[in-house]
Structure formats: structure tokens, C-alpha cells
């Protein structure tokens, strides 16, 4: 299967970007699926999740009450709603599904 990332992007501190993930090739409405986020000289961090069975979702301290991760069955898409950006979430945003991730979309925010 393939994750293709896509809606990054250079934004002001305070703005919003959504990013996408659109799957194909596996069974999207029996995996989790997360976003990661890698930043030059530091770690990678794993950002937030969403379940498959009841779309139950986890959010890094980091980001919580400003990303909203949300998935559509329908047309095997994650979505990514960052709302407030901050300089510190510039980073590389991707999507992983067990051990497979894609590409990646820049994310810039400055301040």
C-alpha cells in the first residue's frame, strides 16, 4: 500500500493548514493510521493517531486542543487539521500505517 501526504506548507505563526493522507492498496478501514512529524536535529515525534475500529484518537501533549486528526472510510483519507500553528511545528509531517509511511509534506510556520 502507498500513503501520500499532501498540504503543507509556509504559514504565520497563528495559521492553519490541513493536511491529508490518501491511501491505496490495503484494507484502509482495518488499520490505524498516524501522523509523525520530523524536525532538523530532533527527534521524531510521533504527533497523532486515529484507531480503526471506533476512531478513537491520541494527540502528543505538544499538540493537543490545536490539531484535530479525523479519517474518511469512504475515500481511504486521513486528515490533519492544525489550527494556531506554532514555529516549533515546523517540521516533516508524514502518515504511517504499521511500517510503511510516505513521503512526507513540509510544514514552515514562522514567527
Known amino acids: 500500500g502507498r500513503l501520500v501526504e499532501s498540504g503543507g506548507g509556509l504559514v504565520q505563526a497563528g495559521a492553519s493548514l490541513m493536511l491529508s493522507c490518501q491511501t491505496t492498496?490495503?484494507?484502509?478501514?482495518?488499520?490505524?493510521i498516524g501522523w509523525f512529524r520530523q524536525a532538523p536535529g530532533k527527534e521524531r515525534e510521533g504527533v497523532s493517531c486515529i484507531s480503526a475500529e471506533d476512531g478513537s484518537v491520541y494527540y502528543a501533549d505538544s499538540v493537543e486542543e490545536r490539531f484535530t486528526i479525523s479519517r474518511d472510510n469512504a475515500k481511504n483519507i486521513v486528515y490533519l487539521q492544525m489550527n494556531n500553528l506554532k514555529p516549533e511545528d515546523t517540521a516533516l509531517y508524514y502518515c504511517?500505517?504499521?511500517?510503511?509511511r510516505g513521503q512526507g509534506t513540509q510544514v514552515t510556520v514562522s514567527s
Open positions: 504511517v500505517r504499521n511500517v510503511y
Open positions: 492498496g490495503f484494507a484502509f478501514d482495518e488499520h490505524a
